[in-house]
């Protein structure tokens, strides 16, 4: 007997099917689901397409993240699942806006357009899907998702044959979209305005009021053809294997979607065990093997970047500690990517009780690698500096389970785009010894992962 409580609770059915190993491909897969459309491919997770949302789950301000783990507990209470795997198991995926006070709501670009891009995206939102597609070292499998009063098993299980026939049945491979080609582009910062602004913020590093800040510019591009999401991530699963691919569309129309192939990861939560690390501090790529190893020797001893990168493994540490029965910080390394190199510290821990994934992001979000030191003093700084809204940039962008497990990386090496527009972010570590030129080469280093996708 379900009590009155029970009963005005969502009711949440999920049901989910091993699939035959021909599925289409994943590009076939990205264009088959309806949207809002998502898609989440961490380097040592099951991959996931999905499509619809069962529910939807927004929130506003500085409480978000509260908020969000509220509304996921409710939804995931007494749901009625068979998963068959763990993959399948009900998941949100979502993120967060970077600061905690609402988008900047309007901006004025050259051609005296108001919207901002980031106008269909609200400070948090999670999509519990409808349909969702896992790919497991086991295979793939095929779950339908439902939440309402009109959500029983026979109807999911019903969709879940529907769909399975519809996905099957669909042309293995799709052909591929050519790179959609940039007809106009316009930075937000000019680089005599970065001069500026790398100047005043070193200033405020000498006085002794700033430690470090991270500051970004935008570029806005007007594409020549139609963007098309499921190439590009197909083409960013390639070049940036160890990354993290994601999309995440917001249910507007026009269809809008951020995007990106990030480095970072801020945490995984399982059980009681964290798992992040320091990401911080860049230099290119070299011609041969070589060089590319000398750049990193000399990344690896410049005093500069170990300082920026030093204060945030350091920041970690400090904010994981009160959750923590032990933090484990890691050797100082090199993560290569095709475009660049950072310096990278794994951080492991272990919590002294049974935490939400989101009480862990809430704690770290914004690192010192994507906002500064003392946090305080720096998002008043990012806040004086750059001329547009970080929107979802730089911000937490990943999955949560009905036990609170999750992870969450950092919406870096991304884009927020509608079809025929897309705006790139990209953002440097600014520290005492900061060079404004060497730092506005590294913010066209790290446009290339999206720039390279869109430029025909
Ligand atoms: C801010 C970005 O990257 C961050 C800043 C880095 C740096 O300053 O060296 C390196 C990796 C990221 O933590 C970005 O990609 O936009």
Known sequence: MESPRAADRPRLVSRSIPLADSVPSFRALVDEMEPPRTV????????????????????????????????????????DVHAGTEAACPRLFGGFAFHSDG????????????????????DARFVFPRVQV?????????????????ATPAAVEAKLDDERERLLSRAATATAAPRPG???????????GWRTAVRNAVERIDAGTLRKVVLAQALEADLGGNLAVPDIL??????????????????SEPPAAFFGATPERLVSLRGRTVETGALAGTTGRGETPAEDEWLAEELLADEKNVHEHELVAETIREQLAPFAASVSVGERGIKRLATVQHLHTP?????????????VVEALHPTPAVGGLPPDRALETIRETEPF???????PVGWIDAAGNGTFAVGLRSAVATQRRATLFAGVGIVDDSDPDAEWDEVELKFRPILDELEA
């Open 103 to 122: 988008a900047a709501a309007s901006e004025t670009t050259d051609n005296g357009d108001h919207t901002s891009p980031w106008a269909e995206f609200p």
């Open 40 to 79: 989440w491919n961490a380097a040592d997770e099951a991959r996931v397409v999905a499509g619809g949302a069962a529910a939807t789950l927004t929130a506003d301000g500085p409480d978000r993240f509260r908020q969000i783990r509220t509304a996921a507990e409710r939804l995931f209470e007494a749901g």
């Open 234 to 251: 197909d083409r960013l699963s390639e070049k940036y294997p160890d990354c993290t691919r994601f999309l995440i569309e917001p249910d």
């Open 134 to 150: 896992t790919q497991t070292e086991g295979g793939p499998w095929l779950t339908v998702n439902a939440v309402g009063p009109s």
């Open 347 to 359: 951080i492991t821990a272990e919590l002294t009780e049974d935490t939400h994934v989101l009480d």
């Open 182 to 192: 940039i007809t106009d582009r316009r930075r937000t910062t000019t680089p005599t």
């Open 389 to 395: 809204d970080r929107g979802w940039y730089a911000a």
